[in-house]
């Protein structure tokens, strides 16, 4: 499947599900290295797309991102995507919410969320430095965060973040800031429910499954580890409207992000959610 097949079917059904046929299957000592080699190919056709910063957001981001489904399922991965439909007719932009597994899903929430809106994510001031991924990066105009002071980055993304919605784009937060393998509500903060509030614009949860790559043991990165048995899941929920109280807003998007996670945990039988993923109790002005 190309990129505008798999465009297609994702508009029309808001689903996909890897075919058997394009799932590889690999000596386990080859994945890593090859999978490897296959993203050092996506950072750098991003790198030479991106010096053109207009062209790439436009034009090339998401078939870009495609190229990253393409590399787990040749790596012998197999990726299943729902509930994007619900994006069909909906009032966008929006802020999307997500929990944050891994550095797979910054490009592989690309070619699954451009189809239907303009976007771009809330992310660390640091990442625009970054060697080759820092023209990537700032290609993207995202909202951008210290991680030093709570209250300065609360303000900088009310401030900024508005003003990108205004100009008719889209918002991804990752909520938790540090990426986790196993989700905990106590590390999700509201500050997607926030934005969302003061830009007067709805809120839409996604639940991401990325542990196909796993954080290294000794260094984040450089030594992540593939996990082809580990199914890449996305689903989309429905979007929340803007007039819907702030703490209520953030109780369903970890209610969405919890129940599809422990879903997907009974179905493919490996921990998606820790221990002491406990959902707060309704507000009593959504009761």
């Known amino acids: 499947m190309d990129w505008p097949a798999f465009e297609r079917q994702l508009t029309e059904t808001g689903a996909y599900e890897t075919p058997p046929g394009n ?25 030479r797309a991106s010096a053109d910063p207009e062209a790439y957001v436009s034009r090339l981001w998401a078939p870009n991102g495609y190229e990253v489904v393409q590399a787990v399922e040749r790596t012998g991965g ?31 929430v690309a070619p699954l969320l451009l189809p239907f809106t303009t976007y771009t994510y809330v992310l660390k001031k640091s990442l625009v430095k970054y060697p080759v991924l820092g023209r990537v990066i700032r290609a993207l105009d995202p909202v951008p965060v210290g991680r030093k002071s709570p209250m300065e980055d609360l303000r900088d993304v009310l401030q900024h973040g508005t003003e990108t919605l205004r100009r008719g784009r889209s918002v991804v937060v990752f909520p938790q800031g540090t990426r986790q ?44 580890t593939v996990h ?35 879903r997907w945990e009974a179905l493919d039988g490996r921990p998606m959610l820790a221990p002491a993923a406990l959902l707060p109790p309704a507000p009593a002005d959504a009761r």
């Open 23 to 47: 799932r590889a299957r690999l000596p386990r000592f080859l994945e890593k290295r090859l999978f490897r080699l296959r993203m050092a190919r996506v950072y750098y056709h991003a790198w």
């Open 78 to 108: 197999r990726i299943a995507v729902e509930g994007f439909g619900n994006l069909r007719g909906a009032n966008l932009p929006a802020v999307f919410v997500s929990n944050h597994v891994s550095s797979l899903e910054t490009y592989l």
């Open 181 to 224: 393998r196993l989700f905990d509500p106590a590390a999700f903060n509201s500050i997607g429910a926030k934005l969302a509030r003061r830009a007067g614009v709805p809120v839409v949860p996604l639940c991401l499954a990325t542990d196909f790559l796993r954080i290294g043991q000794w260094q984040r990165d450089l030594f992540a």
């Open 228 to 262: 082809p048995e580990s199914t890449v899941r996305a689903a989309c929920g429905e979007p929340i409207p803007p007039d819907v109280p702030q703490a209520e807003v953030q109780r369903r998007c970890l209610g969405f992000i919890t129940s599809t996670l422990a």
